[in-house]
């Protein structure tokens, strides 16, 4: 079954920023490790056309869960920085919806311990 999350990752790894409004409410809070919260469809929006460090890649997700108000996914992240360098790496996040929008977003990273 096709989701809000499935549609949005599609939609990133496409590179189809002009489509954020379809999945995000406007006064849309993200978390993301390493950077205040992004606050604000215009705030996102400058993240992924001016500093996100992916060059290309695909999330692969592993699982989905969405319910009336909440969503959560998780899966893995292939591809390639900015820099050239590949990235392989988990990931995590969980959702807040108002109606048909994203209201809230939380992502986590994972990576080895040793």
Same mark, same amino acid.
């Given at each position: 079954m096709?989701?809000?999350?499935?549609?949005?990752?599609? %939609?990133?790894?496409?590179?189809?920023?002009?489509?954020?409004?379809?999945? +995000?409410? %406007?006064?849309?809070?993200?978390?993301?490790?390493?950077?205040?919260?992004?606050?604000?469809?215009? $705030?996102?929006?400058?993240?992924?056309?001016?500093?996100?460090?992916?060059? /290309?890649g695909?999330? #692969?997700?592993?699982?989905?869960?969405?319910?009336?108000?909440?969503?959560?996914?998780?899966?893995? +992240?292939?591809?390639? #920085?900015?820099?050239?360098?590949?990235?392989?790496?988990?990931? %995590?996040?969980?959702?807040?919806?108002?109606?048909? $929008?994203i $209201? #809230?977003?939380? /992502? +986590?990273?994972?990576?080895?311990?040793?």
């Amino acid at each position: 079954m096709e989701t809000i999350v499935h549609r949005l990752f599609d %939609a990133i790894d496409s590179r189809r920023w002009e489509r954020l409004p379809d999945f +995000f409410d %406007a006064d849309v809070v993200y978390e993301r490790p390493g950077y205040e919260p992004f606050r604000g469809l215009d $705030r996102l929006d400058h993240f992924y056309r001016e500093e996100r460090v992916i060059a /290309s890649g695909r999330h #692969h997700l592993e699982g989905v869960v969405v319910g009336d108000t909440q969503a959560a996914c998780w899966g893995r +992240f292939i591809g390639t #920085h900015r820099d050239g360098t590949p990235i392989d790496e988990a990931f %995590a996040d969980t959702y807040q919806l108002t109606g048909d $929008r994203i $209201r #809230h977003r939380k /992502s +986590f990273f994972f990576r080895p311990a040793v």
